[in-house]
Each structure stands twice: as structure tokens, then as C-alpha cells.
């Protein structure tokens, strides 16, 4: 996917949606030399190169700030260059790549050196999140600090909990000093036998399951934990309406509380286990029809704060075995956007303005990054929406390494038809 | 009559007029068993595979013993001396095993959906012998034949399941298959060994044996794994044989028509005292030799289906 570089863009004929201030209006936007030069009623094209955003809505790019993209250590299934480029395929701009690849990202040198990765690519930007822990081992503190100085944005020990309460206090506190949230995966381990819900489909299926408990409890020690420390906490992947149920009041008591859920999470329950295929095996897993409603009034009344994709790309070689055997996890970076048009702006829980806030200003905001605006003076980062498009999900434009989606065949509502970032304007 | 698929994966696959089919077929193959030379060409030319990744006697031996009456070939792979050792996985096992030329692969296997995911990527057909907690449509099958033999109809019979209803698959596809037939059933057992929406299969559940135990035409017990023994699923064996086991003094206070069945083998002493083996309605035996038969019935006519072309499922 190679970019275009003229030195004046016009998107001409689009509607400008503002994140910020929840509201669209007709508007040209022309990008001179990499930066947002105007945004008016009508601008004449004199010698710019000319999107015709006629029919289509302009955005500032997203930013996904919960995916894995396996360098170092499985490049086989990503590398930082696909995966960024799946992002701008998605419209993703930015992008938080978890710490858990091998070895794990727990130094100022690893942070340095994603950075440098992705800038090499010069496709989407990487703003990593480094580990709570060496090692991830969940035991001790990483160089925290050493990892905010060359970019970490955030830290989690993401794949797994920190079990050791004392050790999740004394990160919570150690992370204030930063002002810098922590991320949390929640999951009991004890609790969990295996990787599907546990309820009537794992019962039907005899499958080995977690109760969506072991989601729950630990949200509920680390909220607690949180507010007793006064740290910022986030909490990951949201699954379960129990747990959307203690955000909702945890927020109510002043918790400095923020949240996201998925695009599965809202799209997909445990029905879908029937065939044991294995691209419906995620962590935490799909769970019922009722925990899926609550996600999204979770999310319509703001308990939620953001959407991230929790892309987990997995070889075909490895998701092509016995469901207990395969490793769990979607990918989402390309499907992210449309799903979330379809099932909560079609579907009438999030207006539009609202719904692209939750992938662009929200997440923003949470990792203390510059402001999403589509205004003149801003660098150009913007994302042109062709909401009226239907397009299949097929294997053949996947720009990811890896196949694993359970939307594979789906047919999707609205698509990202072009990516404007900086003096590149990838087209899609 | 003919089954509708071309594999046997679970009870929750089949409807009623096919099971009947099946133990109609094993009917006559049970017949077969008592004749002087217990054998028929009915497979001559076929071959089929025994691949059990789990340890297994009586299933594995049964289903050998299947195929050897129904004249068709059967080989067995087990997992000790595979190159599952090596690192192999299930696909490739059961395409290289495939492409030495069976008809019929009859697997176990730990993970539940083992024998699903091999039949969408085999062109030979395929038998569930147990697979993780979920199914063992054969052990339904026997159970059930064992069950219309002595009681005739099972249609508004109470059967009682007992043990550990959540990690087994015998629990899972006798229910269906019970039901199906029109039988009330009851699970018994710890909470702890109950899994969560069963009463969705049509089942009562109890928590105390003797608040249902004697209003039951047949107690179908199950075996206690080993593993669940140190699992704290229950304090220990002795409070389990108190609770949930067969015991002398219950078995004495049973209806003498109540029949007993178990899918072996047995851990004497914890969910059954010795006293039950040698009780008159105790069915643990003939549920074996059924078992024959009805694995004739399955391989016959699923490997018999073959003969007409049918479409492969996705």
C-alpha cells in the first residue's frame, strides 16, 4: 500500500464530523504540505489533488488503543508494518500495540525501538504500552518511568492479570508519578478452566469455560484498588455486564475510571460456538445475549468510554485445530469501524458524531494525546467514511499477516474509502 | 431408512426416528452375537481406524470387536505411540491416517469438538467415541438398547443420572438420547459437579439422592474421575459415597424393578458399593455386550452410506 504524496489535498463535497463538539456540517478541507490549511463551505480545487467526498463523511483518524501486532517474536503471524498498515486500512492513525510479544516490552530500549519500527513503515503511528512488570511476570516493577520517557503511553500486563494484590497497589501508585493510566485485563486465573463462556453453550458443547466471574471480581479489586490509591485505572476489553455494572457505579463514586470493549463484544454472543470454530475463541470470551445488550448500553450511556479492537492476529495453521487446543483471539483493525457503524450507530445506540468520539477524541483523551480536530493549523489526520458502502469481508483484502475473523464472509455496512495522514493520502 | 449424516458426532445430531433406526439395526446384529460363528460379510473390504488420543479399553475393544463381526478391517492408533509425541497435530494425524485409505475414523479425544473439527476436513467418515465433556453418542446408544431390552418403550420412564453431570459426556449424550426417547429425566449430584442451564436439556436437578432416588425406574450412575477427586469438587470419597454412592443400605431400599446401569468401569466402593454387581437388575454386562452391537449398528450404516453417493457436509 503505497501513498500518494501531492502537496495540496481538497476533500471536496464531505461532511465534517466533530468529534468534540458531537456535530457534522458540510465542509471542504484542504491539506497543504501535511497540515489542515482551511476548512470551509467551498474551496476552489486551483492545483490541489482533488477526493471527491461527495456522499461521504470526514473524521479525524482513529485510534485503537488496545491491539498486539507480535514483533518481537511472531512476525510470522504480524510484523508492526503489517499491522499498521491493516490499521489505516480500518482508519486507525494510531495505535497502542500491547506488551506482551516475546520478549516482552518492559524497557525504555523495546519502547524505542516499536517506535522507530513503525516510523520506518510510515504507515499508521505506534504509540506503545509498556509492561507493568518485568518480564510481565506480574512480580516487579518495570522501568516505568525510563518507558514514558521514550513514548509508552499507558501499562498493562495485557494477556494476564496481576494477581498479587500488593503488586497491582504499588503500580497504580508507582504510574500516579506519570499520570499514566494502567491498563487491566481482567481475569482470575483460578477461576478460569478454559476458554469459552461458561453457561448453557458451554454446558451444550462440553466445553472447557470461565465464568464471566473471573472477568467481574478482578474489575472489582482493581476499581477498589484504584480508588483507594487515586491512580488511573482502565480497565480493558469489557465482556461481561457485570462488569459494566461496576464501572457504571465505581464512575458514580469519583473513580478516576475509564473502560473500552470490542467490536466482538457487541457483535457476537457464545450462540456462536455452535461449529467449535475455532475463530470465535477469544479471551475473555464471547458471552450471552444479555451480557452483549449490556456492552452496549454500557457504551451508549458513556459507562464504556472507548472502543479498541484487541486485534490478536493467530496463524490459520494454529486457529486449524481442536477448539481447546487453538490460541484464543480475533483480529479487528479492519473490521473495527464498520461493525461498530452497524450494530451501534445503525443500531441506534451511539449517534454518529458520538460513536466516532469512542474511536477518536475518547482514546485521545485517556493516553494524553493531541487532540482529534479536524480544524485548520491541525496536522493532517483524517479519515474519509463512505457510510452507504456494503462490502464483503473476504480473505483476499486482509491486509493483516494473519486470517483469524469470525467476520470473514460478513457482509459490513459503511467503509473507510480513504486515509489522509500527514503529506501521505492512502486510498482505499 | 438412512441417517441424515454422513458422520455420528453426537445424540444432539440425530432425531428420534434415527435412533430408533440405529437400535433397530442393533437389534439384529445383537442376533448376530449369539449365533455359533458371530460374524457377517456386511463391511468385507472396508477398514476404519480406532484413533484414540485417550486412554480407553472397553470402547477401543468394542468397536474393534464392531468392525471384526462386521468383517471390516479396524486399526488402532493410540496416542503413547504416535507421533502426537512428536509434536503432530490432530489434522495431520488424521489426514496421513486418511490417506493410507480408511473409510471410518472412530475417535477419541480430549477437547470437546475433536471429532466436529475432523469431520469438516476428512472425506472419511466419522465416529464419536467420546470427545472431552461433551458427547459419547454410542454409550447413549448401547444405554438406551440396554434400557428398551429390559423395559420395553422408554416413553414416560424416569431415569436418574448421578455423579458428575458437568465433565461428563455420558451424562450429556444420555440425556439427549433419553429425552428424545420421551423419558423423564433427573441429574443428581454436588453443585459443584452441576453445570450451569442443564435444566435446559428437559432435566430436574437434585442436589440430595434420596429426595429422588426412589421414584425412579433406573438409576444410571456415573463414574468419579479420578482427577475430580483433588479438585475440590467434593470434600472426600467417604462423604461422596455418603451422599451421591449406591450403596448397600440404598440399594436395599429400591423398588426390585428399579434397573442399575454404568458406563463403567466402575470405582467400586465410591459412586457403587460391591454389593450393586451382583444385584439381579444391575445391567453393567449386558450394557457391554450391547455395546457391540450397536457400534455394528453405527458402523454399518454409516459405512453402508457410503454406497449412494451423498453430498459432503460444508
Redesign the interface.
Known amino acids: 500500500m503505497n501513498p500518494e504524496t501531492p502537496e495540496r489535498v481538497l476533500l471536496q463535497g464531505g461532511t465534517v464530523i466533530d468529534a468534540r463538539a458531537r456535530t457534522v456540517r458540510r465542509a471542504d478541507v484542504l491539506v497543504a504540505g501535511g497540515r489542515i490549511d482551511r476548512v470551509e463551505a467551498s474551496i476552489p480545487a486551483t492545483g490541489a489533488e482533488v477526493v471527491d467526498c461527495r456522499g461521504k463523511h470526514i473524521a479525524p483518524g482513529f485510534t485503537d488503543m488496545h491491539c498486539h501486532l507480535r514483533e518481537p517474536g511472531r512476525e510470522d503471524e504480524e510484523t508492526i508494518a503489517t499491522g499498521t498498515a491493516a490499521a489505516l486500512a480500518g482508519g486507525f492513525t494510531r495505535i497502542c500495540p500491547m506488551p506482551n510479544t516475546n520478549p516482552a516490552i518492559d524497557s525504555e530500549a523495546q519502547v524505542r525501538f516499536e517506535i522507530r519500527r513503525a516510523e520506518d513503515a510510515g504507515r499508521a503511528r505506534v504509540h506503545p504500552v509498556g509492561c507493568c512488570t518485568k518480564g510481565r511476570q506480574g512480580e516487579e516493577l518495570a522501568e516505568i518511568g525510563g518507558m514514558v520517557s521514550a513514548g509508552a503511553v499507558a501499562f498493562s500486563d495485557d494477556g494476564s492479570a496481576i494477581a498479587d494484590a500488593q503488586v497491582m497497589r504499588r503500580v497504580l501508585e508507582y504510574c500516579k508519578a506519570f499520570d499514566v493510566p494502567v491498563i487491566s485485563h481482567c481475569e482470575v486465573k483460578e477461576l478460569v478452566e478454559g476458554i469459552a463462556n461458561e453457561g448453557r453453550m458451554s454446558t451444550k458443547l462440553g466445553l472447557k469455560s470461565a465464568p464471566y466471574v473471573a472477568e467481574s471480581a478482578q474489575a472489582a479489586r482493581d476499581i477498589l484498588l484504584a480508588e483507594f490509591t487515586g491512580a488511573r485505572l482502565h480497565i480493558a476489553h469489557v465482556s461481561a455486564g457485570a462488569t459494566v455494572d461496576l464501572i457504571r457505579w465505581a464512575k458514580g463514586r469519583g473513580v478516576q475510571l475509564t473502560a473500552e470493549t470490542c467490536p466482538h463484544y457487541f457483535t457476537l454472543t457464545e450462540e456462536s460456538l455452535t461449529e467449535f470454530d475455532t475463530n470465535h475463541k477469544v479471551n475473555p470470551p464471547l458471552r450471552t445475549e444479555a451480557d452483549r445488550q449490556a456492552v452496549v448500553a454500557g457504551l451508549a450511556d458513556g459507562t464504556i468510554d472507548a472502543i479498541a479492537t484487541d486485534h490478536a492476529p493467530h496463524l490459520t495453521g494454529e486457529k486449524e485445530a481442536e477448539f481447546d487446543a487453538a490460541p484464543p483471539g480475533i483480529i479487528g483493525l479492519e473490521t473495527a469501524f464498520s461493525l461498530g457503524y452497524e450494530l451501534l450507530v445503525l443500531g441506534k445506540a451511539l449517534s454518529l458524531p458520538d460513536y466516532i468520539a469512542r474511536l477518536t477524541v475518547v482514546p485521545r483523551r485517556i493516553l494524553a494525546l493531541p487532540d482529534a480536530a479536524v480544524a485548520a493549523g491541525s496536522e493532517a489526520e483524517l479519515v474519509v467514511l463512505d457510510l452507504k458502502a456494503e462490502w464483503t469481508y473476504s480473505p483476499s483484502c486482509v491486509l493483516s499477516l494473519s486470517r483469524n475473523s469470525p467476520f470473514l464472509g460478513r457482509t459490513m455496512r459503511g467503509r473507510v474509502s480513504a486515509v489522509l495522514l500527514g503529506d501521505k493520502l492512502f486510498r482505499f | 431408512m438412512k441417517l441424515r449424516s454422513r458422520h455420528l458426532l453426537g445424540i444432539?445430531g440425530l432425531d428420534r426416528s434415527e435412533i430408533l433406526t440405529i437400535l433397530d439395526q442393533a437389534r439384529t446384529f445383537r442376533e448376530v452375537l449369539d449365533r455359533a460363528i458371530p460374524i457377517v460379510p456386511a463391511l468385507r473390504g472396508r477398514a476404519v481406524v480406532n484413533l484414540f488420543f485417550e486412554a480407553s479399553t472397553r470402547t477401543a475393544t468394542s468397536f474393534n470387536l464392531a468392525a471384526s463381526r462386521l468383517s471390516c478391517q479396524c486399526v488402532s492408533f493410540s496416542k503413547a505411540t504416535s507421533a502426537v509425541t512428536k509434536g503432530e497435530?490432530?489434522?495431520d494425524t488424521a489426514r496421513n491416517i486418511e490417506a493410507m485409505g480408511v473409510d471410518g475414523i472412530i475417535i477419541r479425544?480430549?477437547?470437546?469438538?475433536?471429532p466436529?473439527?475432523l469431520a469438516?476436513?476428512v472425506k472419511a467418515f466419522v465416529v464419536n467415541a467420546g470427545?472431552?465433556?461433551?458427547?459419547h453418542p454410542t454409550q447413549a446408544l448401547l444405554d438406551a438398547f440396554t434400557l428398551r431390552e429390559k423395559l420395553g418403550d422408554l416413553a414416560g420412564k424416569r431415569i436418574l443420572i448421578v455423579g458428575d453431570i458437568?465433565h461428563s459426556?455420558v451424562a450429556?449424550s444420555n440425556l439427549l438420547c433419553f429425552t428424545k426417547l420421551g423419558a423423564r429425566v433427573a441429574v443428581c449430584g454436588p453443585p459443584t459437579m452441576i453445570?450451569?442451564?442443564?435444566v435446559?436439556y428437559g432435566c430436574e436437578v437434585f442436589y440430595r439422592l434420596d429426595r429422588i432416588l426412589e421414584e425412579v425406574d433406573v438409576v444410571n450412575m456415573l463414574r468419579v474421575q479420578q482427577e475430580r477427586i483433588t479438585s475440590s469438587s467434593f470434600p472426600t470419597v467417604r462423604e461422596y459415597r455418603a451422599l451421591y454412592g449406591l450403596t448397600a443400605d440404598r440399594l436395599r431400599k429400591l423398588a426390585p424393578e428399579v434397573v442399575i446401569t454404568h458406563p463403567g468401569p466402575v470405582n467400586w466402593g465410591v459412586e457403587m458399593d460391591f454389593d450393586v454387581a451382583d444385584f439381579s437388575q444391575t445391567l453393567i454386562l449386558p450394557q457391554v455386550t450391547n455395546g457391540v452391537a450397536v457400534r455394528m449398528a453405527v458402523l454399518y450404516l454409516l459405512a453402508g452410506g457410503e454406497a449412494t453417493p451423498e453430498k459432503a457436509e460444508g
Do not use: C, K, N, S
Open positions: 444432539e497435530t490432530l489434522l479425544h480430549a477437547a470437546a469438538g475433536a466436529h473439527f469438516r476436513r470427545d472431552g465433556a461433551h458427547e458437568a459426556r450429556r453445570p450451569p442451564d442443564i435446559d
